[in-house]
């Protein structure tokens, strides 16, 4: 009789004490552990949270030995909490879904029958995305379409972090420690035999979304700028259309003044001349200097996150190491 398998159900936090509870249940009610002969362990992950979000871990944590949580030293982000899932797995498979009930957990028995088909990246790809704005859905496909323009390897649209990984994806996005993250790119570096799976994203259970206008902003532009070079190329590509454009003008004003004399009336021209080549200038010191600043980042080679408390609950390795350290 074959050895049973383990799954780890990481979930990252921040600010999430109302939905902690809710999203317990509703793995317990709706996940087929028993049908898969599956072990399981449920991670949650502070991010730092404000609230008493780590006080509801402990709570579930005393309620369901299964529980196990970490919690960071800060606010470092969702894509460095990913990692923190990452670096704590030692099971055979994985699934990293949110808190606030947009991820269903019913969809995993669906992620989990793929996964023993032989598929070892099954991802969850958005049909529907109630409770988001018209103008947020529309700048996503925007964005996307434009990463996939650019980028040598493919990008899944309307696919997250919402999806079960075979311990050999893991592995390798445990092996990428760059600092500067952009993990639904990272997916695709990784490779391995994929398998989608569309549902329709609820609105949030409780609370408002952590991501604002600010933070996507940042999150694209760690997307494009750590995912791919393309920026730098496109920077190379319009200082050879100026250059060529400067040139054609020159022989322009060249050949003019050899034919109708000179003129003196181009101080006009001269200004918006200086002006576009600055702006160009501009640009491509401002795409020179994203790079730069992230390689800044990434040669200090600094520990991506502390963790501040961690507990592993009572069954989850088949000893007692209930405890907090």
């Known amino acids: 009789m074959s050895e049973k398998k383990s799954l780890l159900l990481a979930i990252p936090c921040f600010n999430e004490s109302a939905n902690v509870e809710a999203i317990h249940k509703s793995i317990l009610d709706h996940v087929e552990f028993s049908k898969f002969n599956l072990n399981y362990e449920i991670l949650f992950i502070d991010d730092g949270s404000k609230d008493n979000t780590v006080e509801q871990f402990k709570k579930v944590s005393l309620e369901d030995s299964q529980v196990s949580y970490i919690s960071l030293s800060r606010n470092y982000g969702k894509e460095v909490a990913m990692v923190a899932g ?3 797995f030692h ?7 949110d808190a606030d009930l947009q991820h269903p957990p ?14 070892e990246d099954v991802y969850a790809k958005r049909n529907l995305r109630r409770g988001e704005s018209w103008m947020k859905i529309k700048t996503s496909k925007w964005y996307y379409k434009l990463l996939q323009s650019v980028s040598q390897t493919p990008v899944t649209p309307d696919a997250g972090d919402f999806r079960l990984l075979d311990k050999k994806v893991v592995l390798a996005l445990r092996s990428m420690r760059e600092s500067e993250r952009y993990t639904k790119g990272l997916y695709n570096v990784a490779g391995f035999k994929k398998a989608a799976i569309d549902f329709n994203a609820e609105p949030r259970l409780h609370g408002k979304s952590k991501w604002n206008l600010k933070s996507l902003v940042n999150l694209a532009l760690e997307g494009i700028t750590s995912y791919t070079t393309a920026p730098l190329r496109i920077s190379t590509l319009l200082g050879f259309f100026v250059s060529l454009f400067a040139f054609s003008y020159m022989i322009y004003v060249l050949t003019k003044t050899i034919i109708f004399g000179s003129d003196s009336s181009g101080f006009p021209t001269l200004v918006i001349l200086l002006l576009f080549l600055g702006g160009c200038i501009l640009i491509s010191n401002g795409i020179l200097g994203e790079y730069i600043a992230r390689i800044f980042m990434e040669v200090k080679r600094r520990p991506l996150y502390f963790i501040e408390t961690k507990h592993i609950g009572t069954d989850v390795r088949g000893k007692d190491d209930h405890k907090d350290e």
Do not use: K, R
Not at 91 to 97: C, E, F, G, I, N
Not at 106 to 119: C, H, S
């Open 106 to 119: 019913a969809l995993i028995n669906d992620m989990i029958n793929l996964w023993e088909l032989g598929y």
């Open 86 to 88: 990452f670096d704590y």
């Open 91 to 97: 099971h055979d498979a994985m699934v990293m879904l």
